[in-house]
């Protein structure tokens, strides 16, 4: 037998059990979202470059034609002497002994190469092809890496064995003595004049196009996508869920049938999501023929039935906690079954249904691996209505994956991955805010 | 409106009297209706078994049964292809393993705390906290363990894993060691005990201190090759499967009620020996159906293990090796049916859906385990 001392120890580092789990549950909760909010705000405010008013007035006729055109005069200026510095080294390489300029040449290109990055095309330099090409760095955190990859040479050491370390070699020591020596010292200290960062507040992002492959503009056709694909799997599972809550609740004598019903329902709601993904490939596309292909159509009836089985629960709870009395207020005036369902249970269950709903909106918008195969495409445009039948739609949750790990340049584009996160998840908590402050209005509310 | 409301009052009292036959015949074909709406999603569930069965039973007659959960080389698009998917099954089985090993423990203190251990005031801030767990998308939970998680556990992987073992292991250890020497302190006579106690103690907390250090200094010079791994992904789908473990798991100790706790504080027992063996075994089968539904859960979730878990079709060396790349089934699915053609009847289409076909009548099975495990608390509660 213990001694009592032992026991109470016990008892309290189990209460200390208890508290650290939550502790580490709502510490999780933290470290998830922090970088995502953190982040992801900075795809909506940042401090954006002369080049991001640019695009904004060339490609989407935003901004004051004039005051940019003063800001380009005012940082044309200040380039000029990079150009400068570019050129003369370039004459100086011609005339260079051919060892020292095969050692210097590859690393001038890359200078070259990484000023372009930054700044855009050079002057006399033909406009290229890709949009990504024609503007330098647009935002200022890209801009600063953009920098650092002019003034420092990316070198592994490899002396201590195995992968190495990775190391900056200054480039200013490799060109010394040359033209291009200046250039770094001066792209240094006048990074600001040149790119004229200013705090931005880039609201459009979540409603703008995307051009060149999400490198400028925002996520509109993904929210688009996204508020479809929702709408749909909501307009589909609610009336079903509902009636089928009701009938489960109102109607339903216990017999076979019912059991196993509620069996299906249950199962249902076990399916794994990667499976109505297929299901909605096999049965929607490959044999009904709904569409041809992928549409948005196909992607909300698979989300709905993935729903479903939430809101029948939803309903189903909702309705049985309209108290007794209700109804039988109902009936002893008078009323049918059916009427006093439709204007006495319901209408005080409603509320409770409604949270149901709210939730599972959250969940259909949050849902990637039934719309892969049934709804999502990784580049589109925004859909009318009409189109939302037959054609498929880009979407937050599959294009937050797509862009992440599937996109060719995964880097430069890191705050049009974290804007998406960051957008999805905010909507997916509002939703469920609401959720549960019109839950707390219940409690307050359905009393006998 | 009034009118309305007299027609309804006399019809339903005309009901009550005779049998109209044309009020009936509405009254059944209405229940009717509603009864096919329900059936809806017995329809569903049905339709997905026969689809999923469909496209998946072509490969089991094309190829042997056998190589699909016997080999382990998985080559889907060379000539000839061959679809040994042991490695992808284990894959599944090694990732869920990792993510209930996470889930249960922490998910069942979390559970009993709430129910038991916290004052309420608490416990309504803390609920919506395991409510966000639940509603945050499992695409960002991918997104956090390949963007934010991945690089980290590459760079600091070693002290990372350490400093958690660490934490871990170190208070639960000490209790043991307690509970041990009282044990072995018991069996001397009273004015002995102490001391016995205390060299008890002290020997075995230096064995273990030795263990904890050695151990940890192993842990703290791991070098993780990748950050994309098993480990990975079974740590944010443990995550991810906590809040079902968490509330399913409150269910069911809730469902318990005051007289089995009151009956065991009167017989003197401290609040941890009343829910450790009390509650706990009395809420036992509750807390396994909350257990099989996390597993289920984890087994089911796409995105982060396609993101998170390297997608290498490969068993680990040796096979608990956790920090190396896996595959799973839902990543397989979700990643290969861009590659296989869609429409037409390949080889390689019909053999995913054969994986989806193993996913659903796995969790078919589950599925109607928890629910007898929860029905069966029901009735005993009753």
Known sequence: ??????????????????????????????????????????????????????????????????????????????????????????????????????????EFEQVRAAVKELLGPLPGEEIPLMMRSQYGQTRWDRAQVKIRKILFAEDYDFSGGGLGRKMLKPRATTFHGTALEPLFAYVEHHAVAMLAPQWTFYGRFLTDESHDAHFFGGIGPEALGTLYLTLGAILFAVPMGVIAAIYLVEYARENRLVRLLRICISTLAGVPSIVFGLFGLAFFINTVHLSANKSVLVGALTLGLLILPTIIRASEEALRAVPEAYKQAALSLGAGHWRSVRTV????????ILTGVIISMGRAAGETAPIIFTAAVSVGKPLTLWQTLSQPTPALPWNIYNLCSEHVAVDEIRHVQYGMVFTLVVLVLLLNLAAIIVRARISKGLRT | MRTGMMNSAKSSLMLSRSANRNQRLTRWFGEGFLLVVTSLSMLAVLFILIFIARDALPFFSWTHFKEFFVSTAWYPTQNPPS???????????????????????????????????????????????????????SVAYGFFALIVFAPALQEHGGPMLAWAFWLVVTPFLALTLLVLADLAAARFAENRQSLVRGLVFALLGAMAAWGLWKTGRRLHGLEISSGTNALNA????????????????????????????????????????????????????GILA?????????????????????????????????????????????????????????????????????????????????????????????
């Open chain 1, 1 to 106: 037998m213990l001694r009592l001392g032992t026991r109470k120890l016990l008892d309290r580092s189990f209460t200390g059990l208890g508290v650290l789990s939550i502790t580490l549950l709502t510490a999780a909760l933290l470290i998830l979202l922090a970088p995502m909010c953190l982040r992801g705000i900075g795809a909506y405010v940042f401090q954006g470059t002369v080049e991001f008013r640019r695009v904004l007035l060339e490609k989407l006729q935003r901004g004051d034609r004039d005051e940019l055109k003063r800001e380009l005069a005012a940082t044309a200026r200040a380039r000029q002497p990079v150009f400068d510095a570019l050129l003369a080294f370039q004459q100086e390489l011609d005339r260079m002994p051919a060892t020292q300029r095969r050692k210097l040449k590859p």
């Open chain 1, 345 to 352: 249970i319901l209408p005080a269950a409603l509320p409770g």
């Open chain 2, 83 to 137: 679809f040994g998917a042991l490695s992808i099954l284990f894959g599944s089985l090694l990732v869920t393993l990792g993510a209930a090993l996470v889930a249960i423990p922490l998910g069942l203190t979390a559970a009993v705390c709430l129910s038991d251990v916290l004052p309420f005031r608490v416990r309504q801030t803390v609920k919506p906290v395991v409510e966000m767990l639940a509603a945050i998308p």
């Open chain 2, 234 to 285: 079974a740590i944010i789908l443990g995550i991810m499967a906590l809040p079902t473990m968490v509330s399913v798991a409150e269910d069911a100790l809730q469902a318990i009620g005051r007289d089995l706790r009151m009956a065991s504080y009167a017989l003197g027992a401290t609040r941890a020996e009343t829910l450790v063996r009390v509650v706990i075994p009395a809420a036992a089968s």
């Open chain 2, 290 to 382: 909350a257990a099989i539904l996390a597993i289920m859960r984890a087994i089911g979730e796409t995105m982060v293990v396609w993101m998170a878990s390297g997608n290498a079709a490969r068993i680990p060396e040796p096979w608990y090796n956790l920090l190396e790349p896996v595959r799973t089934l839902t990543a397989t699915i979700a990643g290969d049916m861009g590659e296989a053609d869609q429409s037409a009847g390949s080889a390689h289409y019909h053999v995913l859906f054969a994986m989806a076909l193993v996913l659903l009548l796995f969790s078919l099975v589950c599925n109607m385990i928890s629910e007898r495990m929860i029905a069966r608390t029901r009735r005993r509660l009753r």
